[in-house]
């Protein structure tokens, strides 16, 4: 073979990775992601040329986290906030660079090549739980939870369905109706309507050996035609927490870390549900991770501030199918160098 002829294609294999990592990456194209996967599977070429593009996973792993094409590697659908970026990254090819990350997170969810199978034996991505509310009791109408894996918070109730509305997943779902609930010692107003749940996350922090934990959460919700002069957001949270035991008043105080996610301003619509999600690093000391889902009511168009009242109650505000997950991604062995001649 001419090796002019064996240069051309190689650089028209190149392209065509690129075209279509470029489709899958700004469009979201699923046929160009079904065309690349199946290019990767049957052509030997493809793979070492992609393999050959990939020239710092230290670099892509960073820049997936931080880019939020990590979704790709996690179970949950979730719409994320964004986190810090970093200036590390490949240094050449922005295209290649960018569009590398998505093919990464399309090998690491369903193809075995050799570079693959080393990053799987250093991150794995657990699903914790995904409830959609449908076996098991109502959440506890009691406040902060002080044990685990149990739902509790202000007064909810689970329904099956609310006039037209119909849950997100499965047949039910809660209907947040107050945000406090019999009992609350607080003095502080209470505005948000909140489901709360503990998660022992020590086995993880001990298999990641100091390497690095994150746990990512989402919900949906959703509403009941509610007036023009009202507004509300869902919102979902993370506590790292050291130790049971916290408050309404001492949580934020006791939290290691904590982030949260948005959905604001939800629409009139019953027949549209709407994402919220947040993800933690969880920080040193970490023991149990709280998570609360919650309704906020936003300020009323066209009125002056008035005094917050000591509690809102809620016509019709509904949450269902919240998920969870956690990243675990273990310390990377030193690398030995080699002794010099």
């Not at 020239?55 to 880019?67: K, N």
């Not at 076996?135 to 329904?159: F, H, K, M, R, Y």
């Not at 746990?215 to 023009?228: I, W």
């Not at 994402?275 to 300020?299: C, H, Q």
Request: proline share 6%; with cysteine; hydrophobic share 40%.
């Amino acid at each position: 073979m001419n090796p002019d002829d064996s240069s051309s294609s190689h650089r028209s294999l190149e392209q065509r990775l690129l075209h279509l990592l470029q489709a899958v990456r700004d469009t979201h194209d699923t046929s160009a992601r079904a065309e690349l996967n199946t290019l990767l599977r049957e052509n030997a070429d493809a793979r070492s040329t992609m393999a050959r593009l990939m020239v710092d996973e230290q670099a892509l792993t960073s820049r997936l986290r931080d880019d939020s094409i990590v979704a790709l590697l996690e179970p949950a659908q979730a719409v994320e906030t964004a986190l810090r970026t970093s200036p590390r990254w490949f240094a050449w090819r922005p295209l290649t660079a960018a569009a590398a990350g998505i093919v990464f997170g399309m090998f690491c969810t369903s193809m075995v090549f050799g570079f693959g199978v080393a990053r799987r034996s250093l991150e794995r991505v657990v699903s914790l739980f995904q409830e959609s509310f449908e076996i098991g009791p109502a959440p506890l109408v009691t406040g902060i939870p002080q044990e685990l894996n149990v739902w509790c918070g202000d007064e909810s109730e689970l329904v099956e369905m609310y006039e037209e509305m119909k849950p997100a997943q499965g047949k039910k779902m809660v209907r947040v109706l107050r945000s406090d609930f019999a009992g609350r010692v607080s003095s502080k107003p209470s505005q948000h309507g909140d489901l709360m749940r503990v998660v022992d996350v020590r086995p993880f922090l001990r298999e990641a050996n100091g390497g690095e934990v994150v746990m990512t959460v989402s919900a949906l919700f959703n509403a009941a035609p509610f007036p023009e002069a009202e507004r509300y957001d869902g919102m979902v949270t993370l506590y790292a927490l050291g130790q049971l035991g916290s408050t309404e008043d001492s949580l934020l105080d006791d939290a290691l870390a904590h982030s949260r996610g948005e959905c604001r301003s939800l629409d009139r619509d019953p027949g549209s549900w709407q994402s919220a999600s947040t993800r933690l690093l969880l920080p040193t000391g970490t023991e149990f991770v709280m998570l609360k889902v919650s309704f906020r009511p936003g300020p009323a168009r066209g009125t002056s501030p008035s005094p917050l009242p000591n509690y809102v109650g809620f016509a019709g505000h509904f949450v269902d199918n919240v998920r969870a997950s956690i990243r675990i991604r273990n310390a990377a062995p030193k690398q030995q160098n080699p002794a010099l001649p």
